[in-house]
């Protein structure tokens, strides 16, 4: 099966300053890789999306950004963190079977705080 | 707009009774529903999935419902353990379309299970 790695687990950082979260996938090949976030006391946001390598839908306009340079790793980045960027940001991966797409596995997050 | 709601934001239950969480999509072309779980911290993890083919999936102690009329789905819990204190969300999708394959989530219930 899938494992998702996720790091960093943790990130505290200031308004302005940039961000790189990265995730990278095992046990698969040619997965569809996703971000989401989940802000305090809401749901899962979709954020972007990839079906293949160079290849980002994004889901929600806002001053984040998502890179996908090799097929099992999805980057989200930012030029310039906002105090509503605070969130816990989760990685998902999916891939299909047998013709059909099954359920998403989903990486440990990581739990950002924007100060 | 949200095409996914679970409209309550929590639930608690006695230990040993049945747990109903309940889930409403809009968009009649979700042809392939999962709920999650998920702790606190953590990424959530797969726990049941049903197809638009049937209207009722089992697994264990969890059941999934699923009334396409009504464009309504619910998760039972029998009987409910204090593990399964946790938020559940549930998601929908297009099985086989072959655009990213997003799954569309709920805003979640959190369950607590008094012992």
């Known amino acids: 099966s899938q494992t998702i790695h996720q790091w960093p687990a943790t990130l505290v950082q200031p308004v302005g300053s940039p961000l790189s979260l990265e995730c990278t996938v095992e046990?698969?090949?040619?997965?569809?890789l996703y971000w989401y976030r989940q802000a305090a006391g809401r749901g899962l946001q979709l954020l972007f999306y990839?079906?293949?390598?160079?290849?980002i839908s994004s889901e929600v306009p806002q001053n984040l950004s998502a890179s996908r340079p090799q097929d099992r790793q999805f980057i989200l980045s930012s030029k310039k963190l906002l105090l509503s960027d605070s969130g816990f940001y989760l990685c998902?991966?999916?891939?299909?079977?047998?013709?059909?797409?099954?359920?998403?596995?989903f990486g440990p997050g990581t739990r950002l705080t924007v100060l | 707009d949200q095409q996914v709601k679970q409209n309550s934001p929590s639930l608690s239950v006695q230990e040993g009774r049945i747990s109903i969480l309940n889930c409403d999509y809009t968009?009649?072309?979700?042809?392939?529903f999962l709920w999650y779980k998920k702790y606190p911290a953590e990424g959530p993890t797969f726990l049941i999935s049903?197809?638009?083919?049937?209207d009722k999936n089992e697994d264990g102690r969890f059941t999934v419902f699923l009334n396409k009329s009504a464009k309504h789905l619910s998760l039972h819990i029998v009987p409910s353990q204090p593990g399964d204190s946790a938020v559940y969300f549930c998601?929908?999708?297009?099985?086989?379309?072959?655009?990213?394959?997003?799954?569309?989530f709920g805003t979640g219930t959190s369950l607590t299970v008094i012992p």
């Open positions: 998902a991966s999916r891939t299909k079977t047998g013709g059909y797409y099954n359920e998403q596995f």
């Open positions: 046990g698969t090949s040619n997965p569809n």
């Open positions: 990839s079906v293949g390598i160079g290849q």
């Open positions: 968009n009649s072309m979700f042809d392939y």
């Open positions: 049903i197809s638009s083919i049937k």
């Open positions: 998601a929908a999708s297009e099985v086989s379309v072959d655009t990213g394959n997003q799954f569309y």
